[in-house]
């Protein structure tokens, strides 16, 4: 549990400090997957979608679309 909380905090770093990076497509797709970890779907959902509004040319994209129908059918 307390391992995603952190990776949670360390992504959402990333994410800010590092906006504009590759990286930072995918450190947002992970903070989702860390809270369908942590049973957060509801969170979860919040962070596909900002995937897809944030990263639009990024390979995650398809990738965020397809948790966000898993997330909608919990």
Known sequence: YNEFTNAVSAYKNAVTNYPD????AVSQYQIGLCYIKLDDFTNALVEM??????YTNSPYMKQ?????LFLRKR
């Not at 979608?49 to 944030?54: L, P, Q």
């Open 64 to 68: 965020a679309e397809y948790r966000i």
């Open 49 to 54: 979608k900002k995937v897809i509004t944030m």
């Open 21 to 24: 990076t590759p990286d930072a």
